[in-house]
């Protein structure tokens, strides 16, 4: 072997040395049962790995899982309150194996999450959450009542109808499928999409993240799209109606609706773009792009 | 009762959630089983040390009242109040070979984050005052915004060292981005200081800005 290779071929036997030595690690199994009231609430403190919680029709919370042998893994609390951790001393972020936690809880309680780098996933859950995570993905799933979620770097993925949905990332995709009568939704420079969701009053801004609407849009909803440079997109059904409000400092617009219609926010000269929607719907959109493209478009 | 307890009977022990037989039996067992009794003693440390997290999410008191009026009617909820750290004693499982070998790993690692942070570019900074005067209303929150976005950095400049280095680099990309779109956006009200729309998307920016640092202090422990 050349000396150039030396140097090299230790850094990768070393890398692949602690790395067997880290999968290889001893995990071992955790369980926890303990009442809990079905408005209880329940707080879980897991930083690496994953956590899965799922409603159920039970006044109790049933916890089971693995943990990497050298961390501690506690519940405590009582019938109106339980709080679960996994060793907290550490930081992880994804470095160790993690922990793999699944809870059932009753389905209606009132739920917090906090995770650096693992991986959410609470469904068939109709209670409040709030979830946070640093570089973990969040998925929600089932009918929540309000719902909170806040991410640096992980994936928000809604499925869940919620009555009230607050979204927060900085570089992390945001994707709302679920129906929701107020939405709340920020990034930094993820890209938010919104899929056939039935949003009563809604609003989604970004920095230079791309936002994408696609589907109907409800009857007398009112929604706003703000952006400082990412593209706006609304691919609308020919049933929506009402009209659409745009502002850009020195972005464009494209529109399909009426006359196709291209503008440099030069032309406008100030003023707002006012498109008139043909369906028979009377949403109210209303569109602020500093300096990003803002699209239109007939579904 | 030979064997070690498990957890599940050392939680439910420590819970007060066994029967009065179950009791007896695991008092007899601690009494002559020094493993068990130090596991009792580290479940009951981190079952009060859980006590001691937050109840709630509550909103920071650093805020000025303004914004924190702002936030409390269009949020649903904001920065943890100050956090316990569970302490935990993390016995040893690797081999003193193996240790090493992930301790140049991590270095590794962190050489490489590090280094990928530290080519990050500097964020600019805050805008000129503008030749133009602007509308009170908007001079005075923004100047809401400088103090409370002013205090929440140095609370997390303080809290720096518990931030992991991806978390650090994450929130840098993105303050800088953000920055750049407050000083482009403000420029531009600058010269069209009467344009309601350039105002709130000056003041969204401030926003965004203000709610990033707040996620990142909420992922400090």
């Known amino acids: 072997m050349s000396r150039r290779l030396i140097g090299p071929a230790v850094a990768g036997l070393l890398i692949a040395l602690s790395a067997g030595?880290?999968?290889?690690?001893?995990?071992?199994?955790?369980?926890?049962?303990?009442?809990?009231?079905g408005r209880g609430n329940l707080r879980i403190w897991n930083m690496s790995g994953s956590i899965r919680v799922t409603g159920w029709d039970k006044d109790s919370v049933a916890v089971s899982g693995a943990v990497p042998?050298?961390?501690?893994?506690?519940?405590?609390?009582?019938?109106?309150?339980?709080?679960?951790?996994?060793?907290?001393?550490?930081?992880?972020?994804?470095?160790?194996?993690?922990?793999?936690?699944?809870?059932?809880?009753?389905?209606?309680?009132?739920?917090?999450?906090?995770?650096?780098?693992?991986?959410?996933?609470?469904?068939?859950?109709?209670?409040?959450?709030?979830?946070?995570?640093?570089?973990?993905?969040?998925?929600?799933?089932?009918?929540?009542?309000?719902?909170?979620?806040?991410?640096?770097?992980?994936?928000v993925d809604v499925p869940?109808?919620?009555?009230?949905?607050?979204?927060?990332?900085?570089?992390?995709?945001?994707?709302?499928?679920?129906?929701?009568?107020?939405?709340?939704?920020?990034?930094?420079?993820?890209?938010?999409?919104?899929?056939?969701?039935?949003?009563q009053r809604g609003s989604f801004e970004s920095i230079s993240g791309n936002t994408i609407w696609r589907g109907t849009v409800l009857p007398g909803a009112g929604l706003e799209f703000g952006s400082h440079s990412g593209t706006i997109e609304l691919r609308l059904s020919p049933a929506t109606g009402g009209d659409i409000a745009v502002s850009t400092f020195a972005g464009s617009v494209k529109s399909e609706f009426g006359p196709a219609t291209f503008v440099r926010a030069r032309d406008l000269k100030g003023r707002e773009l006012q498109v008139a929607l043909p369906g028979t719907t009377d949403a109210r959109i209303t569109i602020r792009n500093f300096k990003g493209s803002t699209l239109l478009l007939k579904q | 009762m030979n064997q070690h307890l498990t957890e599940s009977q050392l939680n439910d022990y420590v819970d007060g959630a066994v029967d009065a037989r179950s009791r007896a039996a695991i008092e007899a067992h601690h009494a002559k089983c020094a493993v068990c009794r130090s596991e009792l003693q580290a479940m009951r440390s981190l079952v009060a040390e859980i006590g001691e997290l937050p109840a709630?999410?509550?909103?920071?008191?650093?805020?000025?009242?303004?914004?924190?009026?702002?936030?409390?009617?269009?949020e649903h909820h904001t920065v943890p109040a100050k956090q316990g750290t569970i302490r935990v004693m993390r016995r040893a499982r690797f081999l003193a070979a193996a240790a090493v070998l992930v301790l140049a790993t991590t270095t590794l690692?962190?050489?490489?984050?590090?280094?990928?942070?530290?080519?990050?570019?500097?964020?600019?900074?805050?805008?000129?005052?503008?030749?133009?005067?602007?509308?009170?209303?908007?001079?005075?929150?923004?100047?809401?915004?400088?103090?409370?976005?002013?205090?929440?950095?140095?609370?997390?400049?303080?809290?720096?060292?518990?931030?992991?280095?991806?978390?650090?680099?994450?929130?840098?990309?993105?303050l800088f981005i953000i920055d750049r779109a407050i000083a482009e956006s403000r420029a531009a009200l600058a010269q069209d200081p009467a344009n309601n729309d350039l105002s709130r998307m000056v003041l969204s920016a401030y926003e965004q800005k203000l709610q990033l640092l707040q996620r990142a202090q909420v992922s400090v422990l």
């Not at chain 1, 030595?21 to 009231?37: G, H, I, N, P, W």
């Not at chain 1, 993820?190 to 056939?196: E, F, L, P, V």
Request: glycine share 6%; with cysteine; net charge neutral.
């Open chain 2, 109 to 174: 690692t962190r050489w490489w984050v590090l280094r990928d942070t530290s080519d990050a570019p500097v964020a600019p900074a805050l805008p000129p005052a503008p030749s133009a005067p602007l509308p009170v209303a908007f001079r005075t929150e923004e100047a809401r915004y400088h103090d409370a976005i002013a205090e929440l950095q140095r609370t997390l400049e303080r809290s720096r060292a518990e931030l992991a280095p991806q978390t650090i680099a994450i929130l840098e990309r993105n």
């Open chain 1, 69 to 155: 042998a050298d961390q501690r893994f506690g519940c405590g609390g009582g019938a109106a309150g339980v709080k679960c951790a996994v060793d907290l001393a550490a930081r992880y972020d994804g470095i160790e194996p993690g922990s793999t936690l699944m809870f059932m809880v009753p389905r209606r309680i009132q739920l917090w999450v906090k995770s650096s780098s693992a991986d959410i996933l609470v469904n068939n859950f109709e209670g409040d959450l709030e979830a946070y995570s640093v570089s973990g993905r969040i998925r929600v799933e089932g009918r929540v009542q309000t719902l909170a979620v806040e991410t640096m770097a992980g994936a």
């Open chain 1, 160 to 199: 869940a109808s919620s009555v009230t949905l607050r979204a927060k990332t900085a570089g992390g995709p945001i994707s709302i499928t679920g129906d929701v009568e107020d939405a709340q939704v920020r990034s930094v420079t993820g890209n938010i999409a919104i899929s056939h969701s039935r949003v």
């Open chain 1, 21 to 37: 030595s880290l999968t290889a690690q001893t995990m071992r199994k955790v369980e926890y049962r303990a009442a809990l009231d």
């Open chain 2, 56 to 74: 709630q999410i509550t909103p920071s008191r650093d805020l000025r009242a303004g914004i924190a009026e702002r936030i409390a009617r269009a």
